[in-house]
């Protein structure tokens, strides 16, 4: 694994999801999960988000709108709460969720708005 990739990796990933949230992770790795964890965070975290061609703020964006299309809920709040710590507002949110509903269907619309409001209410912003 190259170490200046999971270094910036890591940095970026505490950055997006809370230092908290990423060393509860990367403690709980096992032998079974761990190479997954380090190569994840080199990879999509180091490689993808520590590349400066697209700001935070807007990866976040096109992360909700992806996870959110491939249904993937938990993932999703995740990204939302880091996506408020990327400076991504509430009527943005709620932008990315029309769209999700426009082009996924109504049905994971409201799937991402009954999460987003989990979220949204457990940071205070509604």
């Excluded at 029309?98 to 991402?112: A, D, F, K, M, T």
Aim: charged content about 30%; proline content about 2%.
């Amino acid at each position: 694994m190259d170490d200046e990739l999971f270094e910036k990796g890591l940095a970026r990933r505490k950055a997006t999801l809370g230092d908290a949230y990423v060393e509860g992770v990367m403690d709980n790795a096992d032998d079974f999960s761990r190479p997954f964890q380090e190569a994840m965070t080199a990879w999509c975290w180091g490689f993808g988000w520590a590349d400066d061609a697209i700001d935070a703020k807007t990866r976040s964006m096109m992360n909700l709108a992806m996870i959110g299309a491939l249904g993937k809920m938990q993932e999703w709040e995740l990204h939302c709460k880091g996506a408020l710590k990327n400076g991504v507002s509430v009527e943005e949110i709620r932008a990315i969720v029309h769209v999700i509903g426009i082009y996924c269907g109504v049905p994971q619309g409201v799937e991402c708005f009954r999460h987003a409001r989990k979220v949204l209410e457990a940071e205070g912003k509604l």
